[in-house]
């Protein structure tokens, strides 16, 4: 392996990334330029979704017919796009127009990174291509909105510098993947495009888990800056977005010990509580409580569910393990997206407390049944899950 090239993807991947959420901590002043609510900002929020599910159902075998590196500058190119555009027109539809643009650069990251990473590895031992693919992502979903944050802080705007500053970083990484190439006889023109989703059977309570996870980071990302905007605390919604994006990654060596079963009811029984002090920080305005659930969040949603989950479905497969772990995100990104928009719709129609106290509600209930359907086919092997894991949303195979 060349580190230099494993490197200069690594980057690339961390800075593809890092601009899916860099203009979360503003959400709620968009809204108010434009004289919306936090319904617009949960569509526009939902939009990287669209992006997302086309690819993800449709298009996995486009890396074989195009090439991997291809895919990673278009992806490239596209997060630059997006980023300008929300520069050069401030306001909810251009947010959504760009967050569409994010999820068609998620989702081609998704199908083509890990392979890409594997290959420049040169090896049969995928814990090495699959930890920097995962750390770079996860961490590029955090630091985007972070630096926002960062300059929020000292300035509030429509367009902050964190934006100029990454269409330099993005400048940058397309000229180091210019130096890199492909494996030869990777793209071949020939090869299968279609490939659909699958749920084989005693996979669905995995997705289900998913699905319930990733509702709170929707949540936490889309809805809960108009929430802080309350106590002046939205240009800190940044740090929140960081906790619950990347602080899975501290969880994930403790996740990889336990059975996926064990894994992921674990991760269920920490959602609800997270999930109150989230709710709690936020309605009272307590930084430290928002925080605090924000990292909680994670260790479920980006560490337990998630590599448990993951293993569970692969183990359920039967042979179909690109399919199945295709099925598992797709009920992931319905998870990221669909709860986001009622709940902002609620938020606009029965308020803050009573929107976040529903949600939990229908969050608890649905943890205990998901819980007891888990492992109806016995334990699963945790080293599986090695094999398949991705970026996406912050860690996400397939993304």
């Known amino acids: 392996m060349r580190s230099s090239n494993a490197l200069r993807l690594a980057f690339a991947l961390c800075v593809i990334t890092s601009a899916v959420n860099l203009q979360a901590p503003y959400y ?3 809204a108010a330029h434009d004289g919306l609510g936090v319904a617009a900002t949960s569509v526009a929020f939902a939009a990287y979704v669209l992006g997302i599910l086309p690819v993800l159902i449709l298009l996995g075998g486009l890396p074989d017919r195009v ?11 596209l997060c630059a796009i997006a980023t300008a555009l929300t520069l050069v027109v401030p306001g909810v539809v251009s947010l959504g127009v760009a967050r569409l643009l994010m999820g068609i650069a ?18 049969a ?13 996860s961490l590029g979903f955090g630091l985007g909105a972070a630096a926002t944050s960062l300059f929020l802080l000292h300035e509030p705007s429509l367009t902050p510098p964190s934006l100029w500053g990454y269409l330099g970083m993005a400048g940058l990484a397309l000229i180091l993947l210019l130096g890199l190439k492909d494996e030869p006889g990777v793209a071949t023109p020939n090869g299968q495009l279609l490939r659909l989703p699958a749920y084989p059977a005693g996979s669905l309570p ?12 929707g949540v936490v990302i889309a809805v809960l800056p108009a929430i802080l905007d309350r106590h002046d605390l939205a240009a800190w919604s940044g740090f ?6 990347s602080g899975g990654v501290l969880f994930q060596p403790l996740a990889r010990r336990l059975n996926p079963v064990t894994s992921v009811r674990l991760g269920l029984c920490i959602l609800p ?27 479920a949603c980006y560490g337990f569910i998630y590599l448990g989950g993951l293993s569970g479905v692969l183990d359920a497969a039967d042979g179909q393990h690109s399919r199945a772990s295709a099925g598992f995100f797709l009920m992931a990104y319905i998870g990221f997206s669909v709860p986001v928009v009622v709940t902002g719709t609620l938020v606009d129609r029965l308020g803050h407390t009573a929107a976040l106290t529903l949600f939990g509600v229908l969050l608890l209930g649905s943890v205990l049944p998901v819980s007891r359907h888990l492992g109806r086919r016995g334990s699963i092997r945790p080293e599986t899950v090695e094999n398949d894991i991705a970026p996406d949303g912050c860690n996400r195979q397939g993304r």
């Open 106 to 123: 998620a989702a081609l990251t998704s199908i083509s990174a890990p392979a890409y990473m594997l290959a420049l590895f040169d090896t």
């Open 28 to 30: 709620a002043a968009l």
């Open 240 to 245: 929140a977005t960081l906790g619950i994006c």
């Open 125 to 137: 031992d995928s814990r090495g291509p699959t930890n920097w693919v995962t750390a770079s992502t």
């Open 273 to 299: 509580f997270a999930y109150t002090m989230l709710a709690w920080g936020s309605l009272t305005g307590s930084l430290t409580g928002v925080l605090a659930g924000a990292l909680a969040a994670s260790s």
């Open 67 to 77: 090439g991997r590196r291809t895919l990673i500058l278009t992806a490239l190119c």
């Open 206 to 217: 995995f997705g289900l888990s998913i699905l319930l996870a990733w509702a709170i980071v």
